[in-house]
């Protein structure tokens, strides 16, 4: 099985942001999360400012198509010039559930659209394909089924399963609000969209602290 939640991440950069981190107040909490995934095992295990890449030794069939699979990843964040990168990641201790939720914030209300732009237009190319990522000197590749996208309640969506493992995969929801995207991604068993789209309402609604 692969963690996303061990894509490389460089080390945190300063961004001069003041003492009150604002974007990182929009995330979601602890116990927010659990309450939306209906669980209470899930505990906080990275806080980044950065995006995020395969590890080393990691290769994709189709590298634009790890971004259907991981959200706020660095394929689609790296040429966009944002300014600020909030991102945690939460996950039960036995690794069936993670929940990885990222702020993004933009020049302009125009930049943050066309990120989100952008990575609905990859999730529409890598529909209906099969990703597989392979490690070095490991002989069994993982495989993603990649779905075509949607719009729930007004947020895109789209979610991948893996064929090995049934009912495991990954649900994806973006969205952007004023000068900020909203980036998530739910990984585990028998997930749903509406869980992924509950998670980003939670988020954006804060988008006036």
């Not at 604002?22 to 602890?30: D, I, N």
């Not at 906080?44 to 400012?49: D, H, I, M, Q, S």
């Not at 490690?135 to 991948?160: M, N, R």
């Not at 909203?182 to 969209?193: A, E, F, K, M």
Request: aromatic letters at 4%; a negative charge.
């Amino acid at each position: 099985m692969l963690v996303l939640g061990g894509c490389t991440r460089q080390a945190e950069e300063p961004d001069g942001s003041p003492e009150v981190d604002v974007l990182g107040s929009m995330l979601a909490s602890e116990s927010e999360v659990n309450i939306i995934l209906g669980t209470d095992s899930l505990r906080p295990k990275t806080a980044l400012r950065v995006p995020a890449k395969l590890d080393p030794g990691e290769h994709a069939s189709r590298p634009e198509c790890v971004v259907v699979i991981g959200n706020a990843m660095d394929w689609v964040y790296r040429d966009s010039d944002y300014r600020q990168f909030r991102e945690t990641l939460l996950a039960d201790e036995e690794g069936n559930l993670e929940v990885d939720q990222a702020v993004i914030k933009f020049d302009s209300p125009a930049a943050a659209r066309e990120v989100v732009t952008r990575t609905v237009s990859v999730w529409q190319q890598c529909a209906n394909d099969t990703l597989t990522i392979t490690e070095d000197g490991d002989k069994t590749p993982d495989l993603f089924e990649l779905a075509a996208p949607e719009v729930v309640d007004g947020i895109d969506v789209t979610h991948d399963v893996s064929p090995d493992l049934p009912g495991y995969g990954s649900r994806r929801a973006i969205l952007a609000v004023d000068d900020m995207v909203v980036d998530v991604r739910l990984t585990g068993y028998d997930l749903d969209d509406g869980k992924a789209v509950q998670l980003v309402k939670t988020i954006a609604g804060r988008n006036s602290l």
